[in-house]
């Protein structure tokens, strides 16, 4: 199934301007000329759809990706230059890192993997949702950030998920070593470690010019559910027919759905916005997580000691 192609052809009931403005509306009239982002997994779905409007600006994008060779071709147009990251692979996150050697004005963290089937770890024992969501990113702007500095003003948007409701960061064992494995929790953990990383990048880099925030895009059907399976999809109302991917009118387009991200990372309205958890256009309700929510920002999500925490374990497995 060509699952990076959406058309969202469904009877769209949420007709909600905040829902429905896209990546290149949040942009409209702004001139990024001489402006320098950085989107991991820019190559596919949101990411890709980010590089279209930050380029359309006038921008200058690089993409990082595991394989160059897949960029579409559409995210090669422009003022985009394509290079390798293994976000699972911290040396490759280093040599990256390395080759890196101009002012960043604004990083992207959007790459990510979902509800892998089998526990697996990277090679520095980390559990591969935690290790691609998270550590890979927490590498990469702690070696990008005296280029974020450089910049003045520059910006980290980290794209997590409405799955950070559904369970809370295990510092005790978050690799899974002494529980069972779950594909939804392990994702789950990441994606409220995306927005930990977010509150303590704003607090701890607050002096130095940059915001860091967190985005939760809402649903869009794209590569990331490759693992999920067609029954499931289904039950949702996600299904292939007549060489169309159908999707229920609560998913949003690619455009759509990388709306907050563009915007937080390059539109000036949101240009002294840090340390907030965006959804649908706006900083979302602090919530108790748990099963059966649709929106908000779970307290577990932004608890400044996990935050803390996470911070020490990413130092630890990065030296
Ligand atoms: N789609 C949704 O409904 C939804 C909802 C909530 C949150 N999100 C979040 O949105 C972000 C973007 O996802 P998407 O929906 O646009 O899916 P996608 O099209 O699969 O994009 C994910 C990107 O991450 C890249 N990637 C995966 N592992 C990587 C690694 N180890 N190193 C470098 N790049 C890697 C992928 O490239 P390769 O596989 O080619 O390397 C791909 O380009 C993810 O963080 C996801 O968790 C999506």
């Known amino acids: ?98 080759a890196w050697d101009r002012p960043l004005d604004g990083l992207i963290a959007n790459a990510g993997v979902m509800a892998l089937p089998e526990r697996r770890l990277s090679a520095s024992g980390w559990e591969m949702q935690l290790a691609t969501n998270h550590l890979g990113h927490f590498a990469l702007a702690l070696g990008l950030h005296e280029h974020l500095v450089a910049a003045g003003d520059a910006r980290i948007v980290v794209v997590s998920s409405g799955a950070q409701l559904l369970a809370p960061l295990d510092l005790d064992d978050p690799h899974f070593a002494r529980r069972p494995y779950d594909p939804w929790v392990a994702y789950a953990q990441s994606k409220t470690a995306d927005v930990l990383m977010a509150v303590g990048m704003a607090r701890r880099w607050a002096g ?40 229920p009118a609560f998913f949003k387009t690619t455009a ?23 959804e649908d256009g706006r900083p979302a309700a602090v919530v108790e997580g748990g099963t059966g929510l649709q929106s908000g920002v779970a307290s577990w999500s932004i608890d400044p000691d996990t935050a803390d925490g996470l911070w020490e374990l990413g130092l630890a497995a990065i030296e």
């Open 208 to 247: 130095d010019g940059i915001t860091a925030n967190a985005v939760a895009p809402g649903w869009i059907r794209t590569r990331l559910q490759r693992h999920v399976d067609p029954v499931s999809l289904r039950s949702m109302g996600v299904y292939e027919e007549d060489g169309k991917v159908h999707t």
């Open 1 to 98: 199934m060509d699952t990076d192609h959406h058309d969202n052809t469904g009877d769209h009931h949420d007709t909600s301007p905040e829902r429905r403005t896209t990546a290149a509306d949040v942009l409209a009239g702004v001139d990024l000329t001489g402006r320098r982002y950085l989107v991991t997994g820019g190559g596919s779905g949101l990411g890709l759809a980010s590089v279209e409007a930050l380029v359309g600006a006038g921008a200058a994008v690089i993409i990082a990706t595991r394989d160059p060779s897949n960029v579409d071709a559409l995210a090669r147009s422009g003022d985009v230059d394509v290079r390798q990251l293994d976000l699972a692979d911290l040396d490759s996150v280093r040599s990256f890192v390395r």
């Open 256 to 278: 759509q759905g990388a709306a907050d991200q563009v915007s937080l990372v390059a539109a000036p309205a949101t240009a002294h916005v840090t340390g907030r958890y965006f």
